[in-house]
Structure formats: C-alpha cells, structure tokens
C-alpha cells in the first residue's frame, strides 16, 4: 500500500503561481512512477504531467506545457507540481497518482495508488 497526501492547493488570480505537493507513505517511493491529474466540475479526470522512477525523465499534456513543472525528491518520499502563468481553465480537484509500471503513462487506469486531492482555484 502507498498512501498519497496532496498539498499546496488553493485560490489564486489568473498569472499567479502554486505549488503542489504530495507526500507518500508506505513501500518504497522510488518504485513508483508518480503522476499529476486534475479533474473539473462536471469533466472528466485529465492528465497533467508525469514523473519516472528517478525523476530524469518527464511527460506533460500540452495545455500545461511550459508553464508547469514537476519534479520528486525520493529522499523526502514527495513529489512536486510547480504552476505557473495560472489560467482559470487549470481549476480544478488535483491528485497525485502512484505508478507501478516502468516508463511514462498518462492513462489513469496506469496509476495504482491516488490521494484525495487539492483544489486549485483560479480567478479571472
């Protein structure tokens, strides 16, 4: 089991920035390849980036690319989404997700382990 807490949510205006985190406990963190989805009211969940093992390696969907960055430090068993250039399209529910599998998936049936999430407000 890996328990997943989110962290870092909250309201900000549009250009603004925020900072995710999300710590995990449990077995071993740096097994896992570790996710970022976000999930608006009455949409469905989407992918935003993705994490491999050693953190050498990253994936992003293209409407955050090049404003958001994520990033792990196994030593402190957490994972980071950096936002920036905040837009009122990128509010919504954030999770972190734990993937078991090799390589960088941005399909959520991939991911094994999510948190409950943190809401991420942006006003216009």
């Known amino acids: 089991q890996v328990q997943l807490v989110e962290s870092g949510g909250g309201l900000v205006q549009a250009g603004g920035s925020l900072r995710l985190s999300c710590a995990a406990s449990?077995?071993?963190?740096?097994?896992?390849?570790m996710g970022w989805f976000r999930q608006a009211p009455g949409k469905e969940r989407e992918f935003v980036a993705a994490?491999?093992?050693?953190?050498?390696?990253?994936l992003y969907a293209d409407s955050v690319k090049g404003r958001f960055t994520i990033s792990r430090d196994n030593a402190k068993n957490t994972v980071y989404l950096q936002m920036n250039s905040l837009k009122p399209e990128d509010t919504g529910v954030y999770h972190c997700?734990?993937?078991?599998?090799?390589?960088?998936?941005?399909?959520?049936?991939?991911?094994?382990?999510w948190g409950q999430g943190t809401q991420v407000t942006v006003s216009s």
């Open positions: 997700a734990a993937d078991p599998h090799y390589g960088l998936w941005s399909e959520p049936y991939k991911y094994e382990y």
């Open positions: 449990g077995r071993a963190f740096g097994n896992y390849g």
């Open positions: 994490i491999n093992r050693s953190g050498g390696s990253t």
